[in-house]
Each structure stands twice: as structure tokens, then as C-alpha cells.
T-cell receptor, first 114, second 112 residues
């Protein structure tokens, strides 16, 4: 158990809908990262937050947004969902204060868009 | 999106055999991380490497940070059935320390 929690475990929704994925980092970690894992693209970095502020952006679509709250949990919002958004979404956390932090991953949310 | 080249893509071995896999890039990396992922689960951190030439062990696992800083290697000795899974290398590029780039993965199957 990495100490990172994610909810829900599974999510099934229809095209055009909006969903929110939730992540709680390990105790003491200030950075939260979101990743998308699909069969054809592998694990892709989406976005990082550090202590409530956006720190880095990867291949995140404009339909997707995220935020980190004062209690350090984070939410990833996916809107206008398309079939191609079906994937595993992982959250990871790290201490966040040093370059090249070790990232610890949560169990993921499997999103199926029908 | 960017991915690191990882080889082999898959390995099918007998229990007790040693395993080697590697990860290469055309760019310089400052940190290498090795993860194992079971189906439907999140990646689990196995080993972290921070300096060129560094050799680090975690039980039967040994990983090395390549001298050129463009590659890394993972060895598993005396494999057991629970070693089955997908192994990913990941790294932070020089100058881009917030974006962890993942390899394409090596699927390991161990026959008892």
C-alpha cells in the first residue's frame, strides 16, 4: 500500500458527460501528479500540483482540469467525455521539495466511456 | 507523448532464471526510477537512481544508472512466480524535473 488513495475505483459513463476523480496523497507529501494510462499511449503525465499551485503541465487536454485543495487532496475533472478518454487514471504523490522526487502511485480509477 | 525505449518488450522465463532489461533515451536524465505494475493496479516503486554509474539493490533486484546518463538497467536474480508483471523505467530529464517520462514497459512472465 503506497498510502495514496483514489476514488472511485471504477467509473462508467456516457459520451459528453463530465466526471470527477479524487486523490488523497501520502501523509506529508505536498505534490500530486495525474497520469493517464491507455494501451496505445502508455503512462502519460497530465499535470502536477504542489501545495495548491499548478507546477507543471504535460499532455493534458483542454477538456480536462485539475485542482489541489488546502487539505492537499486533488481532483481531476474530465468533461465532454469521448470514447477515447477511456483509460486508467493514476494519481501519484511526492514530498515535492527536491528535484527528481520519488513518486508513489495510487491504485487508479478505471474510466469507461460508452 | 514522449516515452523511453525499453527492451525487451516481453520475456518468458523459467522460475530461478535471472532477468535483465534496459531503458534507453536520446536525452540525458537526472533520475531513473523503476516500477512494477500488476494488472489493474498502480505502479509500485522498486528502485530509485540519482547519479551516473550508481548501482542500487533492493533484495533480488539490482538497477544501474548508465554512465552516459541516457540509459538504465534492471536485473532480477533467481526469479520467482510473483515477479510476474510489467516493469517500467521512468526518468526525469535534465532541465525538466517535474515531468516523469515512462518507458514502454517490459512484460515478465515466469513459469514455475
Amino acid at each position: 500500500d503506497s498510502g495514496v488513495t483514489q476514488t472511485p475505483k471504477h467509473l462508467i459513463t456516457a459520451t459528453g458527460q463530465r466526471v470527477t476523480l479524487r486523490c488523497s496523497p501520502r501523509s506529508g507529501d505536498l505534490s500530486v501528479y495525474w497520469y493517464q494510462q491507455s494501451l496505445d499511449q502508455g503512462l502519460q503525465f497530465l499535470i502536477q500540483y504542489y501545495n495548491g499551485e499548478e507546477r507543471a503541465k504535460g499532455n493534458i487536454l483542454e477538456r480536462f482540469s485539475a485542482q489541489q485543495f488546502p487539505d492537499l487532496h486533488s481532483e481531476l475533472n474530465l468533461s465532454s467525455l469521448e470514447l477515447g478518454d477511456s483509460a486508467l487514471y493514476f494519481c501519484a504523490s511526492s514530498v515535492g521539495t527536491a528535484e527528481g522526487d520519488e513518486q508513489y502511485f495510487g491504485p487508479g480509477t478505471r474510466l469507461t466511456v460508452t | 507523448g514522449q516515452q523511453l525505449n525499453q527492451s525487451p518488450q516481453s520475456m518468458f522465463i523459467q522460475e530461478g532464471e535471472d532477468v535483465s532489461m534496459n531503458c534507453t533515451s536520446s536525452s540525458i536524465f537526472n533520475t531513473w526510477l523503476w516500477y512494477k505494475q500488476d494488472p489493474g493496479e498502480g505502479p509500485v516503486l522498486l528502485i530509485a537512481l540519482y547519479k551516473a554509474g550508481e548501482l542500487t539493490s533492493n533484495g533480488r533486484l539490482t538497477a544501474q544508472f548508465g554512465i552516459t546518463r541516457k540509459d538504465s538497467f534492471l536485473n532480477i536474480s533467481a526469479s520467482i512466480p510473483s515477479d510476474v508483471g510489467i516493469y517500467f523505467c521512468a526518468g526525469y530529464q535534465s532541465g525538466a524535473t517535474n515531468k516523469l517520462i515512462f518507458g514502454t514497459g517490459t512484460l515478465l512472465a515466469v513459469q514455475p
